[in-house]
């Protein structure tokens, strides 16, 4: 008789469990807002800047500057400094600019830095 019991009891717990972690949360996360605004003050990067990237649709500017040893990197914005790009593509770089938040129709909203000013960076110390 004690069988039938605790077999309903595990039951009614699994189905609680199930219902539990397949619930959504209540904290919701907008993919077309970040959380935070981003920064309004000027930004100095240092690292390998890559002009090779692409994304789903062509949501992307085709610029990235990646950190040491990182994959991915940030999305840059080089329009306003894109024949100095081109020349600097693929070595180490130091953009300055500022952060801003694009949004795509697929990727939702992506955090972009707009950049003013690249120049050459020397190789890391090791």
Do not use: F, H
Not at 41 to 55: F, H, I
Not at 63 to 72: N, P
């Amino acid at each position: 008789m004690r069988t039938p019991m605790i077999l309903a009891v595990m039951l009614l717990a699994l189905a609680l469990t199930v219902v539990t972690c397949t619930r959504r949360s209540s904290v919701r996360v907008n993919p077309d807002r970040p959380l935070t605004a981003p920064s309004t003050q000027p930004l100095s990067l240092v690292g390998t800047l890559r002009g090779d990237m692409m994304a789903i649709g062509g949501e992307t500017s085709g610029w990235v500057l990646a950190g040491d040893g990182a994959t991915g990197g940030i999305e840059l914005d080089v329009s306003s400094v894109a024949a100095r790009a081109r020349e600097l593509e693929g070595q180490r770089v130091s953009v300055t600019g500022k952060m801003t938040d694009r949004k795509y129709v697929e990727r939702g909203t992506v955090r972009v830095l707009v950049v003013d000013q690249i120049v050459s960076a020397p190789e890391p110390r090791r």
